[in-house]
C-alpha cells in the first residue's frame, strides 16, 4: 500500500565512520541499505550486540553497496535475530561478503578459544558475535544482481546498482520508491586509482545519502606516494628491520603487492620475504582473476604478482613467521589494526624499533591504529599490554575512499536540486567540512543525522 510518508532510521553510520545500516521503512515495505559492524570506540562496538531499535524479524531486503565489514559484517546477527529476507548486491560484493563473514567469525571463535584459555575475557565464558554456524545460515539469503540495471523489488519499488570504485564490487545504490529517488553513495572509490576505474556519478537524486569519511581532506596522488614507499621500505630494510602493513584483504592488500612488485621490477627496493598473511586476501585474489570487468589488472600481471608473494593460509604458519627477525614485508588484517592477524605479528616484533608500521588508509577513532598514529607507546593484544617501540609510518593518498574534491565532484552531476541531503559515515569534523562544501559549491543545505535518529520524508 503506498503511504504519504517514508520514515528513514539511522541505525549505523551516523555521527560516527563505522556500522553503515539505514531503514528505509515505506510504512508497507522495509528495506535496510548496509548491515554493517560497529568499529573502534568501545562503546560503539558494544552496540553490535545489541539489538537495533527496529523489529528485524519485519525487514523485507537488505540492499548491499560493497562487502567490507563496516557494510556487510553485522547480517549473521541480522539473520540470527529473526531476518528472513533476500540480501542483494552484485557478484563480487557477495562473493567477498562471503570470504570477510567466514574469515571474521573464524577469527571471533579463535579470539574467544583464546580468551578462555588464557583468561583474560571479563566474562565468565568469552564468545563470538557469531560463528562460522551463523555465516552458513546467512549465505543462503544473497541473491547477486548485474551492476547498472533496475531490478524491481516491490510494487513500485525498484533499485539499481552503480560502479563506485573503492573495491572490487562496490556501488552507488538508487532506489526508487513511488517515483522519489533515494540515492546512497556507500563508499565512493578515488577518480585515478592504481587498481579500478572511476566511479560513475548519478545524474538524479531527491533524497541523497553521502559519505563524508575524507570530508575536509585531501589525497596526494596515488603515484606522488611511490618514491615515499620506496624510501621507507630501503630505509627499514637497511637497518635490519621489517616493514609491517596493516591492510584490509580486499583490495588495498592488493594494490599494496602492485606497489612492492613494481618496485622489485625496477630494482628500486631489496628482493627481501614478501608476505600476504591473509587467506581472506588469497582469495580475493583468484576474486581478481574472475572479474575482469572490475578492475584493470590483465591475468598475466596478477599471475606474476603473486609469484612474487608467499601467500599464508595457515595460523600455525603465521605463528612461525611472527618470530622471524630477518628483514620481510608483511601484509596482513586487519586494516584498523581491530583484531586479524597483523595482531600476531605485533605481539611479538612491537618491541623492535627498527620496525616499521606502515598505515595506508583511515584509522577511525578509537582504533589500535588511530591511538600508534597520535604517539601511544602500549598496544593491547589478546588481553596484555606490550611495550611499543616500531616507528610508525603513515602515507597518504593510498585510501579507498574518494577525499573532499572528489566527493564534491562526484555529485556534479546531478541536475536537479535535491529535497534533502544526509551526510553520514564520518566523524563530526569530516561531515561538517563537507557540509560546508557542498554549501559552497551547490548552495544546497544539508543534515546530519544522528545515530538512532528517525527523519520523515514527505
Known sequence: MKTNQINIHFLGAAGTVTGSKYLVDTGDKKILIDCGLFQGLKELRLKNWEYPPVNVANIDAVLLTHGHMDHTGYLPRLVKQGFNGSIY?????????????????????????????????????????????????????????????????????????QYSGHILGATYIELDIYGKRFVFSGDIGRTNDLLLYPPLKPKKADILFVESTYGGRFHPDEVEALPKIEKLINDTINRGGSLFIPSFSVERAQLMMLIFWKLIKENKIPKVQMIMDSPMGANVLELFHRTRDWH????????????????????????????????????????????????NYLETQAQNPNNTLLFIGYQAEGTRGRKLLEGEKELKVYGKWVPFKMQVAEIEGLSAHADHAELIEWMGDIKNKPERIFIVHGEKESAEALQKGIKETYGWNTEIPQLYTIEEIE
Open 89 to 161: 548486491g552484485t557478484n563480487p560484493t557477495l562473493d567477498i561478503a562471503k570470504i570477510i563473514l567466514n574469515d571474521s567469525a573464524k577469527i571471533q571463535e579463535q579470539e574467544a578459544e583464546r580468551a578462555n584459555k588464557e583468561g583474560y575475557s571479563k566474562h565468565s565464558l568469552a564468545e563470538p558475535l557469531y560463528d562460522l554456524k551463523d555465516v552458513e545460515k546467512t549465505i543462503p539469503h544473497f541473491k547477486g544482481i548485474p551492476q547498472a540495471q533496475w531490478i524491481p523489488l516491490f510494487d513500485g519499488i525498484r533499485a539499481r546498482f
Open 296 to 343: 584493470k589488472l590483465e591475468d598475466n600481471e596478477c599471475d606474476e604478482m603473486c609469484s612474487h608473494f608467499t601467500v599464508v593460509s595457515s595460523y600455525r604458519e603465521t605463528m612461525e613467521l611472527r618470530t622471524n627477525n630477518k628483514p620481510k614485508i608483511v601484509i596482513a588484517g586487519s586494516g584498523m589494526l581491530t583484531g586479524g592477524r597483523m595482531l
